[in-house]
């Protein structure tokens, strides 16, 4: 099937009236130009069936899985990463390597439960290859899919980890160290950017301003107003 043909199926619309429309799940996105728009995706489950078809960009021919997304789908707080790892790619779930067993740490730390406070996803479901930083044409195939998992979550809180995660989603390309720990407002939502666990393990330190420090303040900030606007009354 072309590209064409793709494009004109998931536009369920411009199928005519002689030609039954064809549901989410038997269209396969082939092409970023296909548009994704917000609403069509009724389940997490049917999503992530999408993402491991998916050839929106070229990262889809690499992939072993599609990392779509682990934690309560109904969480107050999302995390947002950049892109999948080794270990990722490889189990289809999300910080599950070493940065996210780091994740994992900070989160106990004040008292947030992985499965139950929060959900966790990432910028781009597939693995760039050896790591690298995900292309802006790869971050913009994917960003519908991201889009979709905020609309189905509707979380409270997002946080942005890592300069990546706040270029994807508000196309903010200021440094992470300017602007972590400050509370931003992005389509309604209170986003904080917060410094990448892999960062964190580069630079293991803990003295005063050192990067463990400065996570440090900024989760105990999340925890705040968690408690403020997620446990009010
Ligand atoms: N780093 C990320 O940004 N995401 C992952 O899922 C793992 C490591």
């Given at each position: ?5 793709q494009l004109?199926l998931f ?10 429309p064809a549901?989410?799940s ?5 092409s ?7 609403g069509t ?11 491991n078809?998916c050839?929106?960009?070229?990262l ?8 779509v ?5 109904q969480a107050p707080?999302m995390i947002?990463?950049e892109?999948p ?8 779930l999300?910080?599950?390597g070493k ?5 994992e740490?900070i989160?106990a730390?004040?008292?947030l439960d992985?499965?139950k406070?929060i ?6 479901k597939c693995?760039?290859p050896?790591?690298?930083v995900?292309?802006?044409?790869e971050?913009?195939a994917?960003r519908p ?5 905020i609309?189905m ?9 890592g300069a990546t995660?706040?270029k ?8 992470i160290?300017k602007?972590?720990?400050t509370?931003?407002?992005w ?7 917060i ?5 964190l393990l ?5 003295e005063?301003g050192?990067?463990?420090?400065l ?15 997620c446990?009010a009354?």
């Amino acid at each position: 099937m072309s590209n064409e043909d793709q494009l004109s199926l998931f536009d369920i619309s411009a199928n005519s009236a002689s030609t039954p429309p064809a549901t989410v799940s038997e269209l396969i996105p082939t092409s970023a130009k296909i548009p994704i728009p917000p609403g069509t995706y009724q389940t997490m489950t049917q999503m992530a069936e999408h993402c491991n078809q998916c050839q929106r960009c070229g990262l889809g021919k690499t992939r072993t899985h599609a990392v779509v997304g682990r934690g309560n789908l109904q969480a107050p707080i999302m995390i947002v990463g950049e892109a999948p790892g080794q270990n990722e790619d490889e189990t289809g779930l999300p910080f599950v390597g070493k940065a996210g067993q780091l994740l994992e740490k900070i989160l106990a730390s004040v008292k947030l439960d992985l499965e139950k406070d929060i959900y966790i996803a990432n910028v781009n479901k597939c693995r760039p290859p050896s790591n690298r930083v995900p292309t802006t044409e790869e971050i913009a195939a994917c960003r519908p899919y991201l889009l979709e998992q905020i609309r189905m979550v509707d979380p409270k809180i997002i946080l942005l980890t890592g300069a990546t995660a706040v270029k994807g989603l508000t196309n903010d390309k200021r440094g992470i160290t300017k602007i972590r720990g400050t509370w931003i407002e992005w389509e309604g939502r209170l986003c904080m950017p917060i410094l990448h666990p892999a960062y964190l393990l580069r630079n293991p330190g803990r003295e005063q301003g050192s990067p463990k420090w400065l996570m440090w303040q900024d989760i105990q900030a999340v925890r705040a107003k968690f408690d403020e606007i997620c446990n009010a009354g």
